[in-house]
């Protein structure tokens, strides 16, 4: 029986991008912004300024989306 590879597409996001997570931060923001990457992420809410450092495999189930990409302000 021949098994199926199944590629997942990773979210792509870099340093200095504006992510939205699935959760709310309790201030009442959505709005992260990731100041640094690795092994572990860290992301600073825009609404408090509050950071938190997080596994890269939690952050990348929790990402909902890219909001602001450091490369899109960059061509602009």
């Known amino acids: 029986m021949m098994r199926e590879m199944v590629q997942v597409e990773r979210k792509s996001f870099q340093l200095g991008d504006i992510v939205q997570m699935k959760k709310q931060h309790p201030c009442g923001s959505n709005e992260m912004e990731i100041i640094r990457m690795g092994m572990d992420i860290r992301i600073k809410c825009v609404g408090c300024k509050h950071s938190v450092l997080i596994p890269r495999a939690k952050f990348e189930k929790n990402m909902k ?4 990409s450091v490369e899109e302000d960059t061509q602009s």
């Open 65 to 68: 989306k890219v909001l602001r």
